[in-house]
Every structure is written in C-alpha cells, then in structure tokens.
C-alpha cells in the first residue's frame, strides 16, 4: 500500500506508542494530522522529541479524547484513524477509575461515531494484553476469555466490545489491535522496563513490586509495524488480533538481563507499595501470534535483549527526564 498523501489521524499521538507511531507514517508520506490531549502549557508529549511548532510533516489538534464535538472536529477529512488514546497505568486506576471510564470507554465510543459519521475508510483501534487477565492457557490466542482483573483492563475491554458493536451494528471498518507489553525510547516511568533501568542508572538500589508475573515483552518498533500491517490488511476489518513477541519472562529475569548490561551489582528491593492486589495482579502474558502473521503478515524482527539494548542507550541520553528516588503510580 502506498501511504503517500492519505490523510491520518492518531489519537494519544503525544504518548509512547503514538508518537512512534506518527514518526512511521511520516517516513511513509502520509498526511498526519496527531491528536494529543489538551494542556495549558501547549505541550505535545513525545512528539516535542521530533517535531516543533513550525514543522509542516504533521498537524497538531489538541483535546480531549471524552470531549465528542472535538473528536468529531478531529476526525472529519480523514481517510484513516489509529485510536491509541487511552489512560493506562493499571495503579492510578484503582484510585480514579471513573477516569478511565470517560477516557477509555466514552473515548472509543466518540471515535467510533465520528467515524461512522464521516465515512471513514479503515479504523484501527487499540486493545491490551491486559484484556485476557491471567492466563487460563498459553501462549494466549484470541479465543482466549476476557477477564477485567482491574479498572483499567476492564475499560479496556468495554471500549473492545464498543469498537466491535460498531463493526457488527453498522459495518464500519474497524480492526482491533491487541500488543502485549510494549517497550524502547520514550517510555514513562509508570512501565516496568524504564523503572529498572532509570533505577539502575542512577542507583545500586532497584525498587520493584512482584518479581514473578511472567510478561512478554514486544519492542515498539514491531508493535507500531503491527498497526501498519493490519491498517493496509482489508482481511483485518472486524477481527481483533495479538501483536506480541510470544517469548514470555518474568520481571525479575527481565531485571537481570537489564542489571547485567548497566549495574551488575545493583540490588532488587521488593516494596509493598508496588505490588497489585493479590486478585487484581496478572501472573502470566504470553502472545500467541499466528493469527498476525496469518492474516498481515507480520512477525517481530527485535529480540528482547536487541529492543533493550536501544532503550537503554535513550534513557541514558534522557535520564533527566526520570523521578527515579520517587514511586509515581
């Protein structure tokens, strides 16, 4: 497919996935119009790494994703939309989880509606791994059960089940993507692969919550490849698939891997604050890819050790940018 001119949008474009996202439709020729959520201090997240004020490669809307007169504005014109905004960190949601409701929820559905409304071409929306809970089975599939083990994951899986309610109801083209834990540059500290090596960068001292859920771990350059892939599939309207690396390992291996690359004598500190609820912690994630590679043809190209070796390097350049003597939820 060539992207050259066709009009985009992504929401959440200010975020960690989004803002890689946008870079890759730019280097592809499109015209990205990025939907970053509204700030008194004009501040456009992670975009304000690539791009300034006086550049023409995108166009910056800021708003609020619940506001659905603004998404409407945002959405009118454009051929493509990649909804990726959302509230994320699992741990805020237990304290503000009507929050989430309006972004995640109330959010998918304003897209959805607009997107019917003004005759948009392909909708790409954006799912969790979370979505599955803990593993009944693995490596997980699609048919894996859906299992709200927290606010967060819970509105994740209402806003699932609205992009698929649009797609049965009226026949709007939208595709679900599901990535597993994604990781590389510009991640925030509210993730567990920036927490470890900002940590190990500043400190012999790692302070982590439980050391034994098992995650797989999917660099963000392969998962921002899957919303390309699936974007150019017409055999992905309707379905909703995994984008993950199918290599599970636990937080404390993953720790290791990292403290062998930066601080081999740092020390790993479990902290209680850190820890889920004993229900509400997901113990095991491991994608079960086929489907991707089936229907779009798409595989992951970075190892886990090949994605960290780069983030790493970023976080070094941007430490700065890291609270690491705080836990920030």
Same mark, same amino acid.
């Given at each position: ?7 985009? !949008?992504?929401?959440? /474009? ?5 803002? $890689? ?15 970053? $959520? ?13 791009? *300034? ?41 237990? &304290? @503000? ?27 790409? $929306? ?8 803990? /593993? ?9 059960? !859906? ?11 209402? @806003?699932?089940? %609205? ?27 509210? @993730? ?7 940590? @190990? ?5 790692? $302070?982590?919550? *439980?050391?034994?859920? &098992? ?17 150019? *599939? ?14 599970? /390992? ?6 290791? %891997? ?7 004598? /740092? ?17 095991? !994630? ?17 190892? !886990? ?25």
């Amino acid at each position: 497919m060539n992207w050259q001119g066709k009009k985009v !949008l992504v929401t959440g /474009a200010g975020g960690f996935i989004g803002s $890689h996202l946008v870079d890759k439709l730019v280097a592809l020729g499109a015209d990205v119009t990025a939907f970053v $959520h509204y700030n008194a201090r004009n501040d456009w997240g992670m975009l304000e790494e690539n791009y *300034s004020e006086n550049d023409d490669r995108i166009s910056v809307i800021s708003g609020d994703i619940a506001d659905g007169f603004a998404v409407d504005d945002a959405v009118a014109g454009n051929d493509y939309v990649f909804h990726l905004a959302a509230l994320i960190g699992i741990p805020y949601s237990y &304290v @503000a989880p009507e929050s989430y409701v309006n972004t995640n929820i109330k959010g998918t559905l304003n897209i959805m509606q607009a997107c019917r409304q003004h005759d948009v071409s392909r909708i790409i $929306h954006t799912s969790t791994s979370e979505a599955y809970g803990t /593993a009944i089975y693995t490596p997980i599939d699609e048919k894996h059960p !859906l299992q709200g083990q927290s606010p967060y994951s819970a509105t994740k899986i209402g @806003a699932d089940k %609205i992009a698929e309610s649009y797609f049965c109801s009226f026949e709007l083209p939208v595709s679900t993507i599901r990535p597993f834990n994604t990781f590389g540059p510009r991640q925030s500290a509210r @993730a567990v692969i920036p927490t470890i090596i900002s940590q @190990a960068l500043k400190s012999d001292k790692i $302070h982590l919550g *439980s050391l034994t859920p &098992v995650r797989d771990m999917n660099f963000v350059y392969d998962t921002v490849n899957g919303f390309v892939k699936m974007a150019e *599939s017409d055999n992905a309207i309707g379905m909703t698939i995994n984008v993950g690396s199918g290599r599970g /390992a636990t937080i404390g291996e993953i720790a290791d %891997i990292i403290l062998q690359k930066i601080n081999p004598d /740092a020390e790993i500190i479990c902290k209680e604050e850190r820890v889920r609820p004993e229900n509400s912690e997901v113990m095991e !994630l491991i994608c079960g890819n086929k489907l991707a590679k089936e229907v779009f043809g798409w595989t992951p190209e970075y190892t !886990l050790e090949e994605g960290l070796e780069i983030t790493i390097e970023w976080i070094r350049k941007n430490l700065a940018c890291y609270k690491t003597s705080r836990y920030i939820i």
